[in-house]
């Protein structure tokens, strides 16, 4: 008896492993819609927009008609999951915060609508680059951009002068000021290798020119190990392998405290650096600097982008339209932008937007004009296309570069690893791949 | 007398259902279905043409075994399981062996502060595994270490980190499981056992630990099965860490191939393959252990 009873426990716990891989299913109705009932138009909208609620708070208040109610998310690689799943199981919000290199895959798993009709206003209000981002560069419009982050290099000015060294000025000075840190004082470094920040090494990469995924044709080319790629790895590669670069990931609790202890000199990072450095690193309030990334050759002017996000309506909403309205009165109209600005810490991918920054950060009180040389450095950002299973790449990223990174191996091959880990998952769900 | 017997006879055969219905429809809803559900979407495949961006561009086809092929084809899943095996023979060693320690050393009548010890023991138990293992977490970090400057969560010492928040989590309740059977011995066979001469140790050795079998199986059987389902240390453990990878144990790569990567249907057939294995482990042991387990049998 007692066998059978723990045979059943057995099962049941076992199947509990089996049971928590979720649902797809067919679609049932959506939580938005209602105007066909005659009452106000009810909106869900998914971001981790800081303050976001205070933001649609003027929006309901002038718009009686379209309420929108605000689920605050956490952000990151989670909130892409949770709206998949959410859209697979039929249930999704009507609008959802979606970064840039997730997009693809909400459009390759039929999450997010078109709504070209909807944004033909919004159009004007954007940059080619960013507005390239949202379309994928196919005819549609996936998503009303809202924010971008062009990458910059931070530094810590006092410190910098404390230890006599230079802003690098390319990425060769860079490696140089690395070592001359550690000659000084060995308890300090230049900066960090990020294995758990696919998107930062992304971003390096589009400075150095890196193209992961473009459209040829009715075919995707995947080049995530080109040669820029390759030279970025190696370049951090060596500096980690020689032991002048440390090897804390971004945003651990040992990064915050090296950032507060003064034992980090410099944050490659992008424009929304200085939220993450308030509330990360508050010791160090005012003793921080921006300047252009260092370059791969003295004399060029390039950057990459490292985050930033648009806001795109569900493809099973049943208020597109009123979804695709506030979308687009959110990201382009003055008073929004204002509030995105204020309230959200946001750095508006808008023209109009980018205009209304004026007054620097409080955390860069020391430096007046960090709007000024962020627009300089913004213009100098160039981004690439991404694919439609940017995931499995970024994931195939964090496990190759923790490895190479514990084993002081050659990052040239996790970036191979990256490479081929995409194209087969691409092959095997059926991607056609131009050669 | 005998006809209402007979009439009530058809009526009883329904009464067991009658009782059974509630735990067969929850049974149904909670376990049958959504592991049906599994094998089905196990069998399934999604299919893109082209660029894969359009409507309609993305369809779901049947796959037939291809999914599990693909499981139990991939290295990573059964380097998963020997890091598993590893990890679980640590853990199941010292668990049980300490949680069978400290019911000895509490079952001998003259431990003072016996309560006490008894609660701080279990205590750990009490606190969530995600929260224990942030707590231990940040004792590793060699940053923020009280312990000084040991590299804790390095490739080599990972292992041994993990096991020791599970140790620290689960020997509370594995003990209280053990105590329990133990104050539940009738005290005479300890008297008989001194009148022969025999010491503590030789009553622990002798008595208490052969009574304890059954027990002892049964804490195993649970200790294995949740160490084949272990998600939630190295989970919480991975973003401090560059030695845990995304696919570290068998869930993992489950929850990563679902949830990360957006591959429900490789993960509902890897899920099917480990919920086989563990239940093959779980029987296989009890086949194994059943003639000394089950005496009364």
């Given amino acids: 008896m007692r066998v059978y009873q723990l045979a059943t426990a057995a099962i049941l716990v076992a199947a509990l492993g089996a049971a928590c891989s979720g649902g797809s299913g067919e679609p049932s109705a959506t939580s938005g819609g209602g105007a066909a009932s005659g009452g106000p138009v009810t909106l869900t909208y998914w971001t981790w927009v800081p303050n976001m609620d205070k933001i649609v708070s003027v929006w309901n208040q002038a718009h009686p008609d379209i309420q929108v109610t605000v689920s605050k998310q956490a952000g990151g690689d989670d909130a892409a999951a949770k709206f998949l799943t959410a859209a697979r199981a039929g249930n999704p919000p009507d609008l959802v915060q979606a970064e840039y290199q997730m997009l693809p895959s909400f459009v390759a798993a039929g999450a997010v609508a078109d709504i070209k009709a909807e944004t033909a206003k919004a159009r004007g209000e954007f940059g080619e680059g960013v507005w390239g981002l949202v379309t994928l560069g196919t005819e549609a419009v996936y998503a009303v951009p809202q924010d971008s982050g062009p990458m910059m290099l931070y530094y810590r000015r006092d410190l910098f002068d404390k230890y006599g060294i230079e802003v690098p000025k390319t990425w060769d000075e860079y490696a140089e000021a690395a070592r001359a840190v550690r000659r000084k004082d060995p308890k300090v470094f230049l900066g960090t290798f990020s294995s758990k920040d696919p998107g930062w090494f992304a971003g390096l990469a589009q400075q150095a020119g890196a193209q992961w995924w473009s459209i040829d044709g009715d075919a995707w080319k995947v080049a995530v190990d080109d040669e820029a790629t390759r030279k970025v790895a190696s370049y951090w590669g060596g500096l980690v392998k020689e032991g002048v670069i440390d090897d804390t990931p971004y945003f651990t609790p040992e990064w915050n405290k090296a950032l507060n202890d003064g034992r980090l000199l410099t944050w490659p990072s992008a424009v929304w650096g200085p939220g993450v450095l308030s509330s990360n690193a508050p010791k160090a309030k005012g003793k921080w600097a921006v300047a252009p990334l260092p370059q791969w050759n003295a004399g060029e002017n390039h950057s990459g982008f490292w985050g930033g996000s648009s806001t795109a309506v569900a493809a099973k909403s049943a208020a597109r339209a009123a979804a695709a309205t506030f979308a687009t009165w959110l990201n382009t109209d003055p008073q929004a932008l204002g509030l995105l600005i204020e309230e959200g810490a946001v750095y508006p991918a808008s023209t109009k937007g980018a205009a209304l920054m004026t007054e620097a950060p409080g955390y860069f009180s020391n430096q007046p004009d960090f709007w000024k040389q962020a627009a300089a450095i913004g213009a100098t950002a160039r981004g690439f296309t991404f694919g439609p299973d940017v995931n499995v790449t970024y994931n195939a990223y964090r496990d190759a570069f923790d490895k190479a990174v514990a084993d002081r191996s050659d990052f040239t091959a996790a970036v191979r690893t990256m490479q081929d880990t995409t194209v087969a998952d691409m092959r095997k769900t059926g991607f056609t791949l131009a050669q | ?297």
């Fill in chain 2, 1 to 297: 007398m005998t006809t209402r017997i007979r009439q009530g006879a058809p009526r009883a055969g329904a009464v067991p259902y009658l009782f059974l219905a509630p735990a067969m429809v929850l049974f149904t809803l909670f376990m049958a279905l959504p592991i049906g559900y599994t094998a089905y979407l196990s069998l399934r495949r999604t299919k893109v043409s082209g660029l894969g961006l359009g409507a309609g561009a993305r369809t779901e086809v049947f796959a037939g075994l291809g999914n599990y092929a693909a499981a139990i084809g991939d290295g990573e899943l059964w380097a998963g399981w020997l890091r598993v095996l590893g990890y679980g023979a640590l853990v199941l060693a010292l668990m049980l062996g300490l949680a069978l320690v400290f019911a000895l050393m509490l079952d001998a009548a003259h431990v003072r502060l016996a309560q006490i010890t008894r609660i701080s023991i279990y205590l750990p138990y009490a606190v969530p595994g995600v929260a224990a293992t942030l707590m231990w977490g940040f004792l590793y970090l060699p940053g923020l270490s009280p312990f000084g400057d040991h590299p804790f969560l390095s490739a080599g010492l990972v292992t041994f980190s993990m096991a020791n928040v599970a140790v620290w989590g689960g020997t509370g309740f594995n003990m209280l499981v053990l105590y329990t059977n133990l104050r539940a011995v009738p005290r005479e066979y300890y008297e008989a056992a001194r009148i022969d001469g025999a010491g503590e140790l030789g009553i622990a050795l002798r008595i208490k630990i052969p009574i304890l079998v059954p027990a002892i199986i049964l804490t195993t059987v649970f200790s294995v099965v949740a160490t084949i389902q272990v998600f939630t240390e190295p989970t919480t453990l991975r973003p401090l860490t560059n030695t845990i990878s995304s696919t570290w144990s068998p869930l993992m790569k489950v929850y990563r191939d679902a949830f990360v990567t957006g591959d429900l249907h490789s993960a509902a057939a890897t899920s099917m393959a480990i919920a086989g294995i563990s239940l093959a482990v779980s029987f296989g042991f009890l086949r194994v252990v059943k003639n000394h387990a089950f005496g009364e049998d």
